[in-house]
């Protein structure tokens, strides 16, 4: 297998992993209410070495500094997209009529001018066609 194969499959790991249900399993929770009542330092830490420890013995083995590793950089890029994207904000019906009401300008709206087009027309060059009761008259 090679290296591309083995992070893709890592990286499929770890997302499986977080979108495990962690809250409803039984065996686990049993578990973690154990371990909490005996350690109450950096509860956090705690849970997640826990989870990551239950998931490594009954699915896929992970690590725990790579598995941090790979998480800061996808949170390092989540943070580059979101500031990347402007979403257009979205008004309520009643805030557009309150911003129309006091005359405030409403943000995504083109201003078109009032104008009609000031080039002047050109000529045209081929005839106009009949119309269908100017058809018969033709004939």
Not at 2 to 20: G, H, I, R
Not at 71 to 96: A, C, H, S, Y
Request: proline share 5%; hydrophobic share 30%; no cysteine.
């Amino acid at each position: 297998m090679s290296a591309k194969d083995e992070q893709v499959q890592q990286q499929d790991s770890y997302k499986a992993f977080e979108s495990y249900d962690f809250d409803n399993d039984e065996q686990f929770q049993l578990g973690i209410a154990s371990l909490l009542a005996s350690n109450q330092d950096n509860k956090d830490q705690l849970i997640l070495k826990a989870k990551l420890f239950y998931y490594s013995k009954f699915f896929t083995p992970i690590q725990y500094d790579e598995y941090i590793k790979w998480k800061d950089e996808n949170k390092k890029g989540l943070n580059l997209n979101t500031e990347n994207t402007d979403k257009p904000i979205r008004f309520t019906f009643q805030e557009i009529v309150d911003m129309i009401e006091k005359g405030i300008e409403i943000p995504g709206i083109k201003q078109i001018p009032n104008t009609l087009n000031d080039g002047t027309p050109s000529q045209s060059q081929m005839k106009a066609r009949p119309k269908p009761w100017e058809i018969n008259k033709e004939k």
